[in-house]
């Protein structure tokens, strides 16, 4: 299975009750291993999950730390970018060069790095005292 189908086919789990905007999410490590994720929201809307952010922990929980790859896809008449929140989850754990392909579920794509998609990224690095 593709990084894309398995963000097509997590897609349809996503719990969306409220905004009816469902969102799937594939994390490709470098050692092979898939990840995924879908938007899980709650009444009280600031508390809901991306699906982005639910690979990301599939991931975590598994004992891995970087992707190489991510693919998102949603029910939209253009490629949906991560929110600014996830822009930075994924920065965090993308490993140098790796890419991003973002989907439509009537196959339009749209792919960039995922140093593109969040320039300038507050990083650890920042923290590093002078």
């Not at 994720?37 to 508390?47: D, I």
Request: some cysteine.
């Amino acid at each position: 299975m593709s990084l894309s189908d398995a963000a097509r086919a997590v897609r349809e789990n996503a719990y969306a009750p409220y905004s009816k905007f469902k969102v799937g999410a594939a994390l490709k490590t470098g050692s092979g291993a898939v990840y995924v994720g879908c938007n899980v929201e709650n009444v009280a809307y600031p508390e809901g999950t991306c699906a982005e952010a639910g690979a990301i922990a599939a991931m975590v929980a598994a004992g891995e730390t970087s992707f190489v790859e991510v693919a998102v896809i949603a029910d939209s008449p253009s490629p949906v970018p991560p929110c600014g929140g996830c822009r930075q989850k994924l920065t965090e754990f993308a490993e140098r060069g790796a890419r991003i392909t973002m989907l439509t579920t009537k196959g339009i794509a749209q792919e960039m790095s995922v140093e593109d998609l969040l320039p300038g990224a507050f990083d650890a690095s920042h923290m590093d005292e002078s």
